[in-house]
């Protein structure tokens, strides 16, 4: 009897820790309603009510959950840094059924709360841990959360379902700014030596100031690696509880051992982009914590009401790749360098507008027809990349190069672009915007524009008021981002792999580049009229028609690239290699490797190049996004009826999977394993909602609108 009591009492030890909620950030939402507590009125006062209201995405319904050393938790409102409190001046108050729950400052006895799961696992119970009620609502009218003495089974008005917000970053180059002060993190005078301290500073764009966030394996923590140093960031100290003192001091580190590694949680709401950044070894956190000047120290945060000194947001910085400048070799009519690196195939508009490709070394330039027709194929605009090729012909109809022939995708167009994804982007008729699906069947996008580019994860587009706008597949728009009254025809403009949209103001006669973190950023480079971006790599160039410049990045700016030709028209380079084409129609090429070799012959009657490009496969491409590498991820049927499935491939990592309607609001949520998931949609309305698929690590692998037609 008594060996069957011990193991009732482990089983239940081990089920109750098994279901405890991690700390961390969530929405609360009621079983009965399907609502989320919400402190009225976004108020921050002590004592506004607690109450039940439908999902906004705003922080006043945002939670942070702590467990305190005695097994309770509190719960504070991230948007009013104050605690749930069951109200009332005095005891017998606290413990009478129908009090109001409210928000406080502490975390004494009626700030406390017991938090467990449902004898039926169906949602959680939230009781007071000082008078011993659970909270809940009245009735589904009724907005207030109150307590309640239930003498029965608990229903589900007095359930709450725990939605994980938030999440951790992925690894990456980093600025750290903290958000109360608006400084950037760095190591001390750019110090290189172990123990020197860090602080938080105006941004300079200097490599102390940059940080590479890289995790370690044994532990699953993040390393914090200052670039200028190549030392991690660590809490100082020379024994262990000076590891865990409040106002220790920041440094950086030379090993990768316990004091030198962080957990990373974003605070994630529309009010706040933050993370907070907690020392693995000690618990506590990144801070300015009441220091009075530029150090930056940990502290134990107890009641979060610091005004965001403890959150950092982490700004990504593009790392720009440095292919070695080689000598060139002028490609003639009817030659071209045998060291070229023909892993994948090269394209040209030529003599006569007709387009002519080769496909591997030692195949001469050959010219492409239109299917079924005798007529030379006449083109006017021309892109290959992520192993599609595109051509638009002078009466502006669009063709594919598949299966050695050109196929007419029934569309006209006056401009086209493909993005990472391999997708092609048209501006058709009346200026409309058109984006092409898998199955070959043209979607058309909100919106109309002159002039569209596309990169990586990007797209770009000059709208028809002369301005820029970048396409926003979250909220299905195009978000304005400034240039007002630029004409097209004076305006480069393009966008590189790492997704910034670079352009050339000739008002101005400067060069700026655009992402979401920084906004528009003056790259400081005048005097050029033409602007180049690879999209094989993350290089980016200029150029005046007599030299070229390559970006090395914020830090270093603009190098000149070595004996190259004048009279330059394009530019396009692929696998460390540069093509240039002059206005004379010469094609020059760096030699493979910074190896010169012989020039060979090409039996090509070309004699005219006005147009290159450079398509490699998508298996050798380097990946931009995730996407990329899992067009194996299929999403069928959709439309939808009762359930859409979807296929993994060959993925063996963990895998989640994520419905949200149009309001962003999670409908389904699937990360059971398998290699075709399934995901219930009978009881949602006909409509279209967004799945969205991620990694392991929280990395964002496929998102894909669903239809839903009963």
Same mark, same amino acid.
């Given at each position: 009897m008594k060996l069957k009591l011990i193991i009732f009492l482990v089983m239940c030890a081990y089920f109750t820790h098994a279901q405890e909620i991690a700390e961390g950030m969530y929405t609360i939402e009621n079983l009965s309603t399907g609502k989320l507590m919400n402190i009225s009125g976004a108020a921050t006062n002590n004592g506004a009510p607690l109450i039940q209201w439908p999902e906004s995405g705003a922080r006043n319904e945002l939670f942070y959950v702590k467990q305190l050393s005695n097994g309770t938790y509190t719960i504070m409102n991230l948007n009013s840094r104050l605690n749930l409190n069951v109200v009332g001046s005095t005891n017998p108050q606290y413990n009478q059924s129908g009090t109001q729950v409210t928000q406080y400052a502490g975390e004494w006895g009626a700030m406390q709360w017991n938090i467990s799961l449902s004898t039926d696992s169906s949602g959680y119970i939230i009781t007071s841990a000082f008078s011993g009620k659970p909270i809940g609502i009245y009735d589904a009218n009724n907005t207030a959360v109150i307590q309640w003495a239930l003498n029965a089974q608990v229903d589900s008005r007095f359930k709450w379902n725990f939605n994980a917000k938030g999440g951790a970053p992925t690894p990456g180059r980093y600025l750290l700014q903290n958000i109360y002060s608006g400084n950037y993190l760095g190591v001390d005078g750019a110090n290189t030596n172990w123990g020197a301290p860090v602080s938080q500073t105006g941004y300079n764009a200097q490599p102390y100031q940059q940080f590479d966030l890289s995790i370690e394996e044994s532990s699953g923590n993040y390393i914090i690696t200052n670039v200028n140093s190549g030392l991690n960031l660590t809490v100082t100290g020379n024994s262990d509880p000076q590891y865990n003192t409040n106002g220790a001091s920041i440094a950086q580190w030379g090993d990768r051992s316990a004091p030198q590694q962080w957990v990373i949680n974003q605070n994630n709401n529309v009010f706040s982009d933050g993370y907070y950044i907690q020392s693995a070894f000690s618990g506590k956190y990144m801070s300015t914590y009441n220091n009075g000047g530029t150090s930056v120290v940990q502290y134990e945060n107890n009641c979060w009401c610091a005004n965001n000194l403890y959150e950092w947001r982490l700004i990504p910085i593009p790392t720009f790749s440095n292919p070695e400048i080689c000598t060139y070799t002028q490609v003639n009519p009817g030659s071209a360098a045998g060291a070229i690196d023909y892993d994948g195939s090269y394209w040209h508009i030529g003599n006569g507008d007709y387009v002519w490709n080769t496909m591997e070394a030692n195949v001469a330039w050959s010219p492409t027809y239109i299917a079924n027709t005798a007529q030379h194929f006449q083109a006017k605009q021309l892109i290959a990349s992520r192993g599609k090729v595109y051509a638009r012909t002078a009466s502006n109809l669009l063709y594919e190069y598949v299966d050695d022939a050109w196929q007419y995708t029934n569309a006209w167009c006056i401009d086209f672009a493909i993005d990472g994804n391999g997708t092609n982007w048209h501006i058709g008729s009346s200026n409309f915007i058109y984006r092409r699906n898998d199955?070959? &069947?043209?979607?058309?996008?909100?919106?109309?524009?002159?002039?569209?580019?596309?990169?990586?994860? &990007?797209?770009?587009? %000059?709208?028809?008021?002369?301005?820029?706008?970048?396409?926003?597949?979250? %909220?299905?728009?195009? &978000?304005? %981002?400034?240039?007002?009254?630029?004409?097209?025809?004076?305006?480069?403009?393009?966008?590189?792999?790492?997704?910034?949209i670079w352009r050339i103001d000739r008002v101005n006669n400067n060069t700026y580049f655009w992402n979401s973190t920084n906004g528009w950023v003056n790259a400081n480079a005048s005097g050029v009229d033409r602007l180049f971006t690879s999209s094989t790599s993350s290089a980016v160039y200029i150029g005046n028609g007599n030299n070229v410049w390559q970006y090395r990045g914020v830090n270093l700016g603009w190098e000149l690239v070595p004996n190259v030709p004048g009279n330059i028209n394009r530019l396009t380079d692929a696998l460390n290699n540069l093509y240039i084409l002059s206005n004379s129609g010469a094609m020059y090429i760096t030699s493979n490797g910074c190896n010169t070799s012989t020039a060979t012959s090409y039996p090509s009657g070309d004699t005219n190049l006005d147009d290159i490009v450079f398509s490699v496969p998508v298996s050798n491409t380097r990946a931009f996004t995730p996407e990329t590498q899992n067009n194996a991820i299929k999403i069928y049927p959709n439309p939808a009826k009762s359930t859409v499935n979807v296929a993994l491939g060959n993925r063996t990592d963990k895998v989640t999977i994520q419905l949200f309607d149009v309001s962003g609001k999670v409908k389904q949520t699937n990360n059971t394993g398998g290699a075709i998931r399934s995901l219930d949609v009978s009881g949602l309305s006909n409509g279209i909602y967004l799945m969205k698929i991620y990694g392991a690590n929280g990395e964002l692998l496929k998102n894909e609108k669903v239809a839903v037609e009963k």
């Amino acid at each position: 009897m008594k060996l069957k009591l011990i193991i009732f009492l482990v089983m239940c030890a081990y089920f109750t820790h098994a279901q405890e909620i991690a700390e961390g950030m969530y929405t609360i939402e009621n079983l009965s309603t399907g609502k989320l507590m919400n402190i009225s009125g976004a108020a921050t006062n002590n004592g506004a009510p607690l109450i039940q209201w439908p999902e906004s995405g705003a922080r006043n319904e945002l939670f942070y959950v702590k467990q305190l050393s005695n097994g309770t938790y509190t719960i504070m409102n991230l948007n009013s840094r104050l605690n749930l409190n069951v109200v009332g001046s005095t005891n017998p108050q606290y413990n009478q059924s129908g009090t109001q729950v409210t928000q406080y400052a502490g975390e004494w006895g009626a700030m406390q709360w017991n938090i467990s799961l449902s004898t039926d696992s169906s949602g959680y119970i939230i009781t007071s841990a000082f008078s011993g009620k659970p909270i809940g609502i009245y009735d589904a009218n009724n907005t207030a959360v109150i307590q309640w003495a239930l003498n029965a089974q608990v229903d589900s008005r007095f359930k709450w379902n725990f939605n994980a917000k938030g999440g951790a970053p992925t690894p990456g180059r980093y600025l750290l700014q903290n958000i109360y002060s608006g400084n950037y993190l760095g190591v001390d005078g750019a110090n290189t030596n172990w123990g020197a301290p860090v602080s938080q500073t105006g941004y300079n764009a200097q490599p102390y100031q940059q940080f590479d966030l890289s995790i370690e394996e044994s532990s699953g923590n993040y390393i914090i690696t200052n670039v200028n140093s190549g030392l991690n960031l660590t809490v100082t100290g020379n024994s262990d509880p000076q590891y865990n003192t409040n106002g220790a001091s920041i440094a950086q580190w030379g090993d990768r051992s316990a004091p030198q590694q962080w957990v990373i949680n974003q605070n994630n709401n529309v009010f706040s982009d933050g993370y907070y950044i907690q020392s693995a070894f000690s618990g506590k956190y990144m801070s300015t914590y009441n220091n009075g000047g530029t150090s930056v120290v940990q502290y134990e945060n107890n009641c979060w009401c610091a005004n965001n000194l403890y959150e950092w947001r982490l700004i990504p910085i593009p790392t720009f790749s440095n292919p070695e400048i080689c000598t060139y070799t002028q490609v003639n009519p009817g030659s071209a360098a045998g060291a070229i690196d023909y892993d994948g195939s090269y394209w040209h508009i030529g003599n006569g507008d007709y387009v002519w490709n080769t496909m591997e070394a030692n195949v001469a330039w050959s010219p492409t027809y239109i299917a079924n027709t005798a007529q030379h194929f006449q083109a006017k605009q021309l892109i290959a990349s992520r192993g599609k090729v595109y051509a638009r012909t002078a009466s502006n109809l669009l063709y594919e190069y598949v299966d050695d022939a050109w196929q007419y995708t029934n569309a006209w167009c006056i401009d086209f672009a493909i993005d990472g994804n391999g997708t092609n982007w048209h501006i058709g008729s009346s200026n409309f915007i058109y984006r092409r699906n898998d199955d070959g &069947t043209w979607q058309q996008v909100p919106g109309q524009g002159k002039q569209i580019r596309a990169n990586g994860g &990007t797209v770009a587009l %000059i709208g028809m008021n002369n301005q820029l706008y970048v396409w926003n597949e979250d %909220i299905w728009s195009w &978000t304005f %981002i400034g240039g007002a009254g630029l004409d097209p025809s004076l305006l480069p403009f393009d966008v590189d792999q790492q997704g910034n949209i670079w352009r050339i103001d000739r008002v101005n006669n400067n060069t700026y580049f655009w992402n979401s973190t920084n906004g528009w950023v003056n790259a400081n480079a005048s005097g050029v009229d033409r602007l180049f971006t690879s999209s094989t790599s993350s290089a980016v160039y200029i150029g005046n028609g007599n030299n070229v410049w390559q970006y090395r990045g914020v830090n270093l700016g603009w190098e000149l690239v070595p004996n190259v030709p004048g009279n330059i028209n394009r530019l396009t380079d692929a696998l460390n290699n540069l093509y240039i084409l002059s206005n004379s129609g010469a094609m020059y090429i760096t030699s493979n490797g910074c190896n010169t070799s012989t020039a060979t012959s090409y039996p090509s009657g070309d004699t005219n190049l006005d147009d290159i490009v450079f398509s490699v496969p998508v298996s050798n491409t380097r990946a931009f996004t995730p996407e990329t590498q899992n067009n194996a991820i299929k999403i069928y049927p959709n439309p939808a009826k009762s359930t859409v499935n979807v296929a993994l491939g060959n993925r063996t990592d963990k895998v989640t999977i994520q419905l949200f309607d149009v309001s962003g609001k999670v409908k389904q949520t699937n990360n059971t394993g398998g290699a075709i998931r399934s995901l219930d949609v009978s009881g949602l309305s006909n409509g279209i909602y967004l799945m969205k698929i991620y990694g392991a690590n929280g990395e964002l692998l496929k998102n894909e609108k669903v239809a839903v037609e009963k």
